[in-house]
């Protein structure tokens, strides 16, 4: 017996993945996509997986809010 997702990639050759909207570009330039978690100050948002611990510190004390891209 085979796992479930091993059973559907011998059948299909591939696994889907829903394809995610593009939410837009950040602060720097980065491409965001819905579901990624970005930090929003103001009227910026930054990609959180782009940011070194020191940014993330540093927006957090400017009043930076954690929301998820829609």
């Known amino acids: 017996m085979e796992h479930p997702t ?23 330039g980065n491409e965001v996509f819905s579901g990624d978690e970005i930090l929003v100050l103001y009227d910026e948002f930054f990609l959180r997986e782009t940011l070194l611990c020191e940014s993330i510190e540093l927006l957090e004390k400017l009043g930076a809010s954690y929301a998820i891209a829609k």
């Open 6 to 28: 091993i059973e559907q990639v011998n059948r299909t050759g591939y696994m889907y993945s829903p394809k995610r909207e593009e939410y837009g570009n950040d602060g720097l």
